[in-house]
């Protein structure tokens, strides 16, 4: 099922709404969750339940997005949508349709880009970290030429996310991407590999050679672990960015080249430019957008199409089926190394698989057994602390945003009793569940109905 958008009024008059529906040519009626675009009164409790859900990492729903077009502002929604980026907030004025249908439109152009078989056949995952981070990526490549710089832990996916920034840019992708692993830069080769270097410069350079500079002209140069780059290189490189010219080593001429920037790191750059190790005013020209890649225990709910992915990769057409207890073992496991680790656990596992039936528990690797059996217990605990990663990453968000300690309780307190009453036979029973009297519950009741609303 396609993810809706949706589009709230928020405190908004019938005639715009009414105008909304036919200059959108949504159907009033549309039955939500199913159709493309919901038009709803007001960010109303379903929608802002559901809102709440998607930002807590519940994967049960589609990742929606929501558009939330307000007369007055609604702040703590607003900062929780876009800091979490499922949504954008657009304030009433002349122009709002315009606003709204060409938000829509780019939205849409989106996630067609994310249909594409480059994108969805390689980058597996349907949660809302991971769509999240896609969209990201796929709105930079189709309307910005912006220097991006991908952040996250080791094996999240930053190079595929740079592959597919490059595959969907229609300008860059005329080109090769030209990949830098800086890590591999000593100081002796880093200036040529970079700027190239003229017949002669230095001792072995028997003939002139284009470095990477040259080579992305047109198209994309993706540095990865950028963190890694020398500090007299980044003085360098800062001066192509910002002339867009660069000279060869051991040449007195300036040479032109235009490309998009990605760089990747693992490192916390900031705490780098803190301590002197990477230049500030570099930071700022490659972070021009940025985006952070899930760990895998934040998109848990990816590891089983993961899986499937893996092994159909390694097993070709005769590709076994996982069984549900691999899979559920896999699922609970911790992965420092995140989504290489578990490729290469899958890659172990079908290393060891006999040939018939699924792939079972009794093909993981000894040394996986051994450590499962040591902390067996510690694997099957570690399952609620994903729920409390996913907690960490709202509250992270929120606070950047400056929502307030007592807004933020507010917020979930009003999210408890929802759920607990939705999910309750009565209110007796939603109150025993959430260890407060029915009367308690009452006020609390009456308490949530709107406060993150206004
Ligand atoms: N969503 C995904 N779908 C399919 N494969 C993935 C996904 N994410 C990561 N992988 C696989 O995991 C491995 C690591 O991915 P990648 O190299 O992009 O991570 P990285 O974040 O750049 O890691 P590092 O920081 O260590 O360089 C690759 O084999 C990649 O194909």
Not at 179 to 189: A, E, F, Q
Not at 259 to 283: I, K, Q, S
Not at 360 to 379: F, Y
């Amino acid at each position: 099922m396609a993810a809706p958008y949706i589009v709230a009024l928020q405190n908004s008059a019938e005639d715009l709404r009414r105008i909304l529906l036919r200059e959108l040519e949504v159907p009033p009626k549309c039955q939500p969750w199913s159709s493309k675009i919901l038009v709803a009164d007001s960010l109303d409790h379903e929608a802002l339940h559901r809102i709440q859900l998607a930002l807590m990492g519940d994967e049960v729903l589609p990742p929606c997005r929501t558009l939330l077009f307000h007369r007055s502002p609604c702040p703590g929604v607003e900062r929780a949508l876009v800091a979490m980026g499922i949504g954008d907030v657009i304030e009433e004025s002349a122009q709002a349709l315009e606003v709204i249908r060409s938000r829509l439109q780019r939205w849409e152009q989106v996630d067609a880009a994310l249909c594409l078989p480059l994108v969805a056949d390689n980058l597996i995952g349907g949660s809302a970290a991971w769509v999240g981070a896609l969209r990201t990526i796929a709105e930079c490549a189709l309307f910005s030429s912006a220097a991006v710089l991908l952040t996250g832990q080791t094996g999240t996916g930053k190079e595929l996310l740079a592959r597919m920034l490059h595959s969907l840019d229609p300008q860059a992708r005329q080109h090769e991407l030209v990949v830098v692993d800086c890590t591999t830069l000593s100081r002796d080769i880093a200036g040529s590999e970079l700027f190239g270097h003229e017949r002669g410069a230095f001792t072995g350079a028997s003939s002139a050679r284009d470095g990477a500079i040259a080579c992305a002209d047109g198209g994309t140069l993706f540095l990865d672990e950028v963190g890694e780059l020398p500090l007299e290189l980044q003085a360098q490189f800062l001066r192509v960015l910002q002339e867009k010219a660069y000279r060869r080593v051991g040449s007195t001429q300036w040479q032109r080249a235009s490309f998009r920037l990605v760089c990747a790191t693992n490192r916390d750059l900031m705490a780098e430019v803190a301590e002197g190790r990477f230049r500030a005013d570099l930071y700022y020209r490659i972070a021009a957008m940025t985006c952070r890649t899930p760990s895998l225990a934040q998109r848990r709910s990816d590891i089983p199409s993961l899986v499937r992915h893996f092994i159909a990769h390694a097993g070709g057409g005769d590709a076994p089926a996982a069984s549900p207890s691999l899979l559920d073992y896999l699922a609970a496991r911790h992965y420092s190394g995140n989504v290489r680790e578990l490729y290469q656990l899958v890659l172990a596992c079908m290393r060891r698989y006999a040939g018939a039936g699924p792939l079972s528990l009794a093909c993981l690797p000894d040394e996986e057994i051994q450590a499962w059996g040591a902390d067996g217990a510690a694997a099957q605990a570690e399952a609620p602390l994903w729920h409390a990663a996913y907690v960490d990453d709202f509250v992270r968000a929120a606070l950047r945003e400056n929502v307030g300690l007592k807004e933020l309780g507010r917020m979930v307190e009003a999210a408890a009793v929802r759920l607990a009453l939705e999910e309750s036979e009565s209110i007796t029973a939603a109150a025993s569940w959430l260890g407060v009297t029915p009367r308690a519950l009452h006020l609390r009741k009456a308490a949530a109905r709107g406060p993150d609303l206004h």
